[in-house]
Antibody, heavy 121, light 110 residues
Framework: QVQLVEYGGGVVQPGRSLRLSCAAS????????MHWVRQAPGKGLEWVAV????????HYAVSVKGRFTISRDNSKNMLYLQMNSLRPEDTAVYHC??????????????WGQGTLVTVSS | NFMLTQPHSVSESPGKTVTISCTRS????????VQWYQQRPGSSPTAVIY?????PSGVPDRFSGSIDSSSNSASLTISGLKTEDEADYYC?????????FGGGTKLTVL
């Protein structure tokens, strides 16, 4: 049974940093690209970042480029999102999801329940 | 960058058919796959259509997808509506540098 469990969210002041983690199980993690997608309270989905199965390809949304870094540790079946210089508009539930088929053109097959990040002073 | 525009909300009665549109602002809708996701209240999204018109395993054939190059849009059609179909639906596509979600459509089955 596929499981994606995010953690590391919380309340943080603007300008500070936070690192999110996503623990994967029930599938061959090293074979799948992985995305982070966020959803502000009461709002729609917003793509954040993607990483290929071997970690060699990474892409970011314009809104987070230069501030967020996606990474993975295939030996631990873990996905990460390092978030620096946080802004109030980064407040959202952050979901990790695996990509079926190609890491860029594929679809997000399994999603975690998400972890809430609140950026507020 | 491009945008995907969806109607804010649609409603229909059980047993009927509803179609949700997703219009791409720039670039050809046919050049990149469109996926559709269902998000029920309090739950994470799940894919209902991928690669324009393919259904993931377990998704009933009441769900279908299509693209229309003349209107540069994609559509999700749900037939034989059930109350359990009431949810938010998001289209998603990409270009060479970014992934984009539509703003979402709230489907009410009443």
């Amino acid at each position: 049974q596929v499981q994606l469990v995010e953690y590391g969210g919380g309340v943080v002041q603007p300008g500070r940093s936070l690192r999110l983690s996503c623990a994967a199980s029930g599938f061959s993690f090293s074979d799948y690209g992985m995305h982070w997608v966020r959803q502000a309270p009461g709002k729609g989905l917003e793509w954040v970042a993607v990483i290929s199965s071997d970690g060699g390809n990474k892409h970011y949304a314009v809104s987070v480029k230069g501030r967020f870094t996606i990474s993975r540790d295939n030996s631990k079946n873990m996905l990460y999102l390092q978030m620096n210089s946080l802004r109030p508009e980064d407040t959202a539930v952050y979901h990790c999801a695996n990509v079926h088929n190609d890491f860029w053109s594929g679809y997000l097959g399994y999603w975690g329940q998400g972890t809430l990040v609140t950026v507020s002073s | 960058n491009f945008m995907l525009t969806q109607p804010h909300s649609v409603s229909e009665s059980p047993g009927k058919t509803v179609t949700i549109s997703c219009t791409r602002s720039s670039g050809s809708i046919a050049s990149n796959y469109v996926q559709w996701y269902q998000q029920r209240p309090g739950s994470s999204p799940t894919a209902v259509i991928y690669e324009d018109n393919q259904r993931p395993s377990g998704v009933p054939d009441r769900f279908s997808g299509s693209i229309d190059s003349s209107s540069n849009s994609a559509s999700l059609t749900i037939s034989g509506l059930k109350t359990e179909d009431e949810a938010d639906y998001y289209c998603q596509s990409y270009d060479g540098s970014t992934q984009v979600f539509g703003g979402g459509t709230k489907l009410t089955v009443l």
